[in-house]
């Protein structure tokens, strides 16, 4: 546990942006191998424009990463986080940490974004793909990182999470991101079995369904069991799912409409 701390504790924005590009590379790769779907889309194409809005996350996040630093370091100092009334240390505090971060920084993010009515149209720059694959996992118009920037904020507030932590969790949650975004094929029992637990391929898959009730459920990003909790799950036959938005905008690989896309006309 240590070492893995003192690793992320002194990880380069170099280290950080290979993590996610290693993901990526895996993904994409192994959904030319096992499929889930044959999507009949310029798999090039397609990459390099979410790719693109990947590297606008990553310079929102990376800009912004003192602000971490400066919340925790706050906490701390103060003593106003939860482990500062609960004697919680090892590998306790470490679970509890990451179910913060993640209920909070993703699960919360998320939901608020479908929620609230000024902020879908900035979400919807990453429900307007499609055709998913494991790019749509970081296909996010740059407003949408500064409002889970804050909600991250929040969570070390609450959690009093070290930057190092953070920095794990941002890893974490970037590789199953990556994993339930990509279009594969896996065994529909393992996907249901993990499901309990984890948010699978097959359950997010459900959340990118242009009908609703179906695109407000399954928001988790890491753990499903938020979705569980709060009464937000749903499933939907796979063969059933279509992707994308139900409105006539096709903003499909075009960068700067996609950018564009909250601030149309309606």
Known sequence: METINSFFLEISSLQRALILALGISFFWLLEGIIPFRILSYNKFKHAITNILLTVTTILVNFSLAFLIVKTSDFVYVNKIGLFTYLEINGVTRFIITLL????????????????ISFLWPIHAVHHSDKSVDTTTANRHH??????????????????????????????ISVAFSQFNHANINISEKFDYLMSFVFVSPNMHKVHHHYKMPYTDSNYGNIFSIWDRIFGTYMNLDTKDICYGIDDNYNDENNFWKIIKRPFRKI
């Not at 740059?142 to 969790?169: D, G, K, Q």
């Open 100 to 115: 913060i971060l993640d209920l909070v920084g993703a699960y919360f993010a998320h939901l608020v974004q479908h929620k």
């Open 142 to 171: 740059p407003i949408e990182s500064f409002v889970r920037f804050f909600f991250t904020l929040i969570a070390v507030f609450i959690s009093e999470s070290s930057i190092a932590m953070v920095f794990l969790y941002q890893s």
